[in-house]
Each structure stands twice: as C-alpha cells, then as structure tokens.
C-alpha cells in the first residue's frame, strides 16, 4: 500500500538556524509532491508543489527538493524565526479511490527557540 | 488566494445526535470538495470526495450511512455525522481546489473540532 513517512519526532532548532524536514514515501511514482504548513487547530496551508522533473524549487526562506530515485524531498527552512513553528505535512496526490485527493503524511513538528 | 469556509468551528453534542458541518468556497465554484479527518497528533485521513450534483465518492473503511455528504451546489458541501458517538470525536477538515489548477493545490477550511460526549 502507499505510504508516506516523516519524523515524528518534533523537530527543536535556535533562532536563525535552518530547519531541515524529511519525507519519504513508497509504493508510489508521483507527479508532484507538496508541502503544507498546519498550526494546531486550524486546516492546513500550502506551502509548495515540486514536480518529478524537478530537483528543488525555492520560494523565500523555503527550499524543497525531490530526489525521486531515493524517493524523498526535503524541506528547509532558512534564517527560521518563531514565527515558522508549526507543524510540516508532506502530500502527495492519490487517494483509495481517485487520484484527485492527496495523501498526508503524519506531519513533523517544527518548534523554532528565539 | 481562495478561501474555503468551514462552520462550526467546534460543536459539542450528546452521543446519539446527528451534527452537520458545512464547507463553502467563498470565491470560486468547486465541483469536487474533500472530507478529511485528523486525529489528536496524527495525519489527515481522507474520508471520502463530494462531487457536486452526484454521489460522494468514500475511502475504504468509512462507512457512507454514517457519515453523509450533501453537494447540493456548487460553493456548498455538507458532512453530516449522524447518530454520533464518542469515537466520532476527531478535526473534520474540508477542502478544495479552484477549477484550471487540476487539484494541484488544495485550499482547506479551517475545520471543526467534533466533541461528542
């Protein structure tokens, strides 16, 4: 069945260091990949789509990548500050039943020390 | 960017009770919403995909007679949990794409925390 991992141990980094998240997903060949951010209690926000035929994408302080021969992305965050900590969903499209949905994986929880 | 609406954000109810979310995209016209669930620090679920003026379409496991989808038009979706019970307890999430983006990129409300005692 398809599966997508990232740690699910929260994540604690100073102030202006780079928070680097992981994501890892088997049984699957997807045509992008994306990233959310959800902060407690509310839906989830997008953040960015990387597609299979690109290496890394950069949006601000943000950079993800996509190696889909190891398939995996990385996400990171640069200059991070308190203000990013949240917790990080990875995505990718295709549920049981269609292909239009997107699957989450478990989210990885980013606490940002000032 | 788009904006999906969800109400209530928090409803409690008595076990037995039927309780009924809404899902609105407030600026563009949504022919497929989807129905999420999330579980205290676990992942979003998908629970099933409303298609407008059809049946919703359910994910294994989810049982259609319990958890109702209303896509009457085409900025509303309702997901009604009927005769609910303490394991219904959970953040139910929607959300939708605006058409031309091939649901590339999701816009989700900012759900509704379900407390059924």
């Known amino acids: 069945s398809q599966k997508i991992e990232q740690n699910s141990e929260a994540l604690n980094i100073q102030e202006g260091k780079t928070a680097t998240l992981t994501c890892n997903y088997t049984?699957?060949?997807?045509?992008?990949l994306q990233w959310y951010r959800q902060d407690p209690g509310r839906g989830p926000v997008f953040l960015l789509l990387?597609?299979?035929?690109?290496k890394e994408k950069r949006k601000e302080r943000l950079k993800v990548t996509f190696d889909t021969t190891l398939k995996q992305s990385l996400f990171h965050i640069t200059a991070s500050q308190p203000a990013d900590s949240a917790t990080y969903l990875c995505?990718?499209?295709?549920?049981?039943?269609?292909?239009?949905?997107?699957?989450f994986g478990s989210g990885t929880r980013l606490q940002v020390q000032p | 960017g788009a904006v999906v609406s969800q109400h209530p954000s928090r409803v409690i109810c008595k076990s037995g009770t039927s309780v009924k979310i809404e899902c609105r995209s407030l600026?563009?016209?949504?022919?497929?919403m989807f129905w999420y669930r999330q579980f205290p620090k676990q992942s979003l679920m998908l629970m099933a995909t409303?298609?407008?003026?059809?049946?919703?379409?359910?994910e294994q496991g989810v049982e259609k007679d319990k958890f109702l989808i209303n896509h009457a038009s085409l900025t509303l979706s309702t997901l009604t949990v009927t005769s609910a019970h303490p394991e219904d307890s959970s953040f139910y999430i929607c959300?939708?794409?605006?058409?031309?983006?091939?649901?590339?990129?999701?816009?989700f409300g900012s759900g509704t925390q379900l407390s059924v005692l």
């Open positions: 409303s298609n407008e003026g059809s049946k919703a379409t359910y």
């Open positions: 990387i597609r299979e035929n690109e």
């Open positions: 600026d563009f016209q949504a022919t497929t």
């Open positions: 995505a990718l499209p295709g549920g049981s039943t269609g292909r239009r949905a997107l699957t």
């Open positions: 959300s939708a794409s605006p058409p031309g983006q091939g649901f590339e990129k999701l816009f």
């Open positions: 049984n699957y060949s997807p045509a992008y």
